[in-house]
């Protein structure tokens, strides 16, 4: 049986070293890190991945500003708005909650925050210098991927590395993320032959696609470590991974839980990622 990589507990004790730095900052330099959160809409999902973030910039001390704009909102005010924040001393992280309204056009907000202030590591900025290999911001699901893999001691180097999905918020990153580490990468779409026969190579297996438990258990082999970056629900109202969990477990090493796996991971980033900002941009 494998053993399941906890994600909870590994974030929060992420959190509680993040929030003892602010702490520290605060008293020694009177001043906290600041992450301005904009929700465009009244999507449910949002509005529940917005409220976390918020308490836990909170439960680090940080500063939270929350802006709350309605799904009519045009882009050029959502660009004002982002403008306002990027020349704000009191922020130092923005984040602009995913997916936008239709009539906004996602590339153009993202190139519109300040790179420092990137605290998502959408910016193709972000993005190049993660290609070049010399990073500042990094997307913080795939960076959260990395940080669980490190503190589960599970080597990178030179392993073979499978990922299922190529999006620019977890799979292009992440196999930047670990060619950087030595591994070898393939990278898996919905136009890759033969699946099954590609995870089975896996020494880590990173399941990204967001296709409700679509890595079953003869497409994973003995030993693996698998990671399950999605979250599916299902018609009876089950959250669910990419992952066929009681099917891979018992030929896993390792393996992470949905929910309790990664997700908690990406919020965790996002703190350490403001707080990289903030040190950027105050030099403290």
């Known amino acids: ?158 392993k073979e590395a499978v990922i299922v999905g190529r999006s620019n918020i977890v799979g292009k990153p992440l196999a930047l993320m670990l060619l950087l580490r030595h591994a070898t990468i393939t990278v898996c779409h919905t136009r890759t032959r033969d699946l099954g026969g590609v995870t089975g190579r896996a020494d880590i297996l990173v399941a990204a696609a967001g296709k409700a438990e679509m890595i079953r258990g003869d497409m994973v082999k003995e030993g693996a470590v698998v990671v399950d970056v999605g979250v599916n629900r299902l018609p009876d109202g089950r959250l669910v991974g990419d992952v066929a969990f009681s099917e891979v477990e018992p030929k896993a090493s390792h393996i992470t839980p949905v929910p309790g796996g990664v997700g908690p991971m990406t919020i965790a980033m996002l703190l350490r990622n403001t707080l990289n900002a903030f040190r950027l941009q105050t030099g403290a």
């Not at 053993?3 to 602010?22: F, L, T, W």
């Not at 890190?33 to 409220?51: E, F, M, R, T």
């Not at 790179?115 to 993660?130: E, I, W």
């Open 1 to 158: 049986m494998a053993s399941i990589i906890d994600g909870n507990k590994i974030a929060k004790g992420i959190r509680e070293e993040i929030g003892a730095q602010a702490l520290k900052l605060k008293q020694e330099k009177g001043i906290v890190p600041g992450l301005a959160v904009i929700l465009v809409g009244d999507d449910p999902a949002s509005q529940i991945y917005v409220g976390r973030k918020e308490r836990a910039c909170e439960e680090a001390g940080f500063l939270s500003r929350h802006f709350g704009l309605p799904s009519q909102t045009q882009e050029k005010d959502l660009l004002r708005l982002v403008d306002e924040m990027n020349r704000d001393p009191a922020i130092h992280g923005i984040l602009v909650q995913l997916p936008l309204p239709g009539h906004i056009r996602t590339e153009a907000v993202i190139e519109a925050v300040d790179p420092r202030k990137d605290v998502d590591g959408f910016h193709p900025y972000n993005m190049g210098r993660l290609l070049e290999g010399n990073p500042l911001h990094r997307a913080c699901t795939p960076l959260g991927v990395m940080e669980l893999l490190d503190r589960s001691g599970i080597p990178i180097e030179g």
